[in-house]
């Protein structure tokens, strides 16, 4: 327990087995001094992930925060954002990490309760998707030169987006419980699905395979523009034929594997394609390939 705290103690080494004992008259106000006592008093010397892990909490809380002000409620957002960043491989051991330092709060009376207890594991998104992603392990995903820049271009919007995020699950956090927090279970939704879209944009540009069209002649392929007429109608259409994980009908892009993208794949100037709809057969004549 801690006794006769005084200001401006100087940090030492604790000659005792206990690792939730701290030495009389020192004071552990703020995260950072009790995180930096923590680690060079453990009896058992902490390693290297567990240092990162307490100090990535420590980050996010706050380095200067008083101890006794963080709330259950905090941590409790903090599981959110351990689960969209970590696997379910290293969760527990990781989680394992954090809730010692919480104890160690706790039994030297530092925090207001145990907030060790209202850190939780949870599933995570990032687990989903890294299945979706493995299930194409070891093949390019090919998108035109547009394609990879729009992609590029929502990751740096989502990672710009995210700081802000990040403040609003804090404080809604600190307004209240928990379990009846509507603005904190909002912001929480929100930080999640930014957090999924990173990483699943990040694990498509590292195997995007940038195509090129213009070198395959007077054929269709994946991001050629094609424009067919429709015999029924006598309409024309323009489409750009790309993958499906790139398709936008609204914009004219069209999947390779839609009925009309996969008739016209493989496709010459001039060729009559026939394409089943849900309203019947349609005859397209492609009149333009660039």
């Known amino acids: 327990m801690i006794r006769n705290l005084t200001v401006g103690a100087k940090l030492t080494k604790i000659n005792n087995s206990e690792e939730n004992s701290v030495e009389d008259n020192l004071v552990l106000t703020d995260l950072t001094s009790a995180f930096q006592y923590y680690v060079q008093n453990s009896p058992r010397k902490l390693n290297n992930v567990a240092q ?3 100090g990535r909490m420590v980050r996010w809380i706050g380095p200067d925060r008083e101890i006794k002000t963080i709330t259950p409620s905090e941590i409790g957002a903090y599981s959110d954002e351990f689960a969209k960043r970590t696997s379910t491989d290293t969760a527990p051991q990781k989680v394992a990490y954090i809730k010692k330092f919480l104890t160690f709060l706790k039994n030297n009376e530092l925090s207001s309760g145990n907030l060790a207890s209202h850190l939780r594991m949870k599933k995570s998104n990032v687990g989903k998707i890294t299945k979706k992603l493995e299930a194409t392990k070891g093949e390019e995903i090919n998108l035109t030169e547009a394609g990879y820049k729009d992609y590029e271009k929502q990751l740096k919007d989502y990672k710009t987006e995210m700081p802000k995020l990040a403040e609003e699950v804090r404080k809604a956090a600190a307004d209240g419980d928990i379990r009846e927090n ?3 279970d909002a912001a929480r939704e929100k930080i999640e699905m930014v957090n999924s879209k ?8 590292k195997v995007a395979n940038i195509i090129d069209s213009s070198s395959q002649g007077d054929q269709i392929v994946i991001g050629s523009k094609v424009s067919v007429i429709n015999h029924q109608s006598k309409n024309n259409h323009e489409y750009q034929l790309v993958e499906a994980n790139e398709a936008n009908p609204l914009v ?7 009925p009309v993208g996969a008739a016209i794949l493989g496709r010459r100037l001039g060729d009559e394609v026939t394409v089943s709809t849900p309203a019947g057969e349609q005859v397209y004549t492609i009149d333009g390939i660039k």
Request: glycine fraction near 4%; charge should be negative; proline fraction near 5%.
């Open 252 to 258: 004219g892009k069209i999947s390779s594997v839609s």
């Open 182 to 184: 509507a603005p904190l």
């Open 198 to 205: 990173i990483y699943e944009i990040e694990a498509i540009l």
């Open 52 to 54: 990162q892990e307490i």
